[in-house]
Nanobody, 128 residues
Framework: VQLQASGGGLVQAGGSLRLPCAAS????????IGWFRQAPGKEREGVSC????????YYADSVKGRFTISSDNAKNTVYLQMNSLKPEDTAVYYC??????????????????????WGKGTQVTVSS
């Protein structure tokens, strides 16, 4: 299983970015996948997750209404659309997956405990 996150960069506050996570090595029909972030000196936190089993989603309170997770099964890619970005969104963003999906998102997503595979991160920097 491989996960490749991309799309990070430098953006001004209020701007938008879309982060793709390209997945390979597993059948894209039974999985939980999520985005996590870690800022310097802070613990890793779950941003948003998606479960293919029931289409359920999880969002951290800090990103609700601003970020959207979506899946394109044809491309084996999950996207994180980030709008109205704030300086506090600055972090390295990682995608991770549990295959097959065994745990509920409320268990997997807050910290990523239980995720089986992790991709390398992509840096998102939001300037004020």
């Amino acid at each position: 299983v491989q996960l490749q996150a991309s799309g990070g960069g430098l953006v001004q506050a209020g701007g938008s970015l879309r982060l793709p996570c390209a997945a390979s090595g597993f059948t894209f029909d039974n999985y939980a996948i999520g985005w996590f972030r870690q800022a310097p000196g802070k613990e890793r936190e779950g941003v948003s997750c998606f479960s293919s089993n029931d289409g359920s989603t999880y969002y951290a309170d800090s990103v609700k209404g601003r970020f959207t997770i979506s899946s394109d099964n044809a491309k084996n890619t999950v996207y994180l659309q980030m709008n109205s970005l704030k300086p506090e969104d600055t972090a390295v963003y990682y995608c991770a997956t549990q295959v097959p999906a065994l745990l509920r998102l409320w268990v997997l997503c807050p910290k990523g405990d239980g995720m089986d595979y992790w991709g390398k991160g992509t840096q998102v920097t939001v300037s004020s």
